[in-house]
């Protein structure tokens, strides 16, 4: 590939390296802080190949880090992955964007992710990383999970984020222990359900909201990117788990393993439709 915008990419992995970037198709769950700056990382990079998945809308508490938002899209309420393709096609304006304002839990989102042989998850809850999860093991799907973290009312403070990379059969986010099972479950009840858990005393309380600063998103989404392209490029292997402690200015690389028991890893691995992740659906479209 010989674009002149990519030389200095090239001096790096070749152009061979940026042949498979620009091949790559590449979903993104959640196009707010986070999943804005993978979307815009990723079009530097050169991928042209996009699946965006997010239900919400640009409110005025999203403009401190929402990349590629203006005022007017609160005002709008323009839906994110309107605004996250809108700032692809500003850096690619050939690029192929599927831009999907709908919960991840439809078929339509579903089908088209299952299309895609790179996930990033960019979700806040543990629910919609389950669903990510197996989807990305039954169809054998690499899934790069990113996340920042505020513990604001810990002291002393604790601020960072992570990155796990998870390919089908070698890693996944239960065996780096980044997914409480009873908090996804409940958030993946109905409202029928969650109600009468909490009519008889039950659940793990009302999520409030969490503090959010655009530098620490970039921090965790340009981690995120830089594995996917040492995977995709060949540079190396990507690490599996990566933490970034912001109180201590520090990444650490956590040597996981796989678990020898577990059950995304040993059993969901290419079940495909065998695997029923359309069991997790809310809506058809």
Known sequence: MAEARYNRQVLLFGEEGQRRIAESKVGIVGLGGMGSQVAQGLAYLGVRRFVLVDSDHVSESNLNRLVGAEPEDAERKTPKVEVAARQIRAVLPGADVAPIPRNLRTEEAMDQLIGCPIVFGCVDGDGPRLVLMEVAAAYEITLIDCAAEIFAVEDPLRWGGRVVVARPGDFCLDCARQIDMDVAKEELESPEEREARRRHGYGTGETAAAPAVVSLNGVIANLGITEFMVMVTGLRDPRRHLVYYAERGMVNDR????????????????????????RFLVSRT
Do not use: H, I, S
Not at 255 to 275: F, I, K, M, N, P
């Open 255 to 278: 040597q996981d393993e796989r678990r020898a028991d577990c059950y995304t890893c040993g059993y969901l691995v290419g079940r495909r439709e065998g695997a029923n992740v359309k």
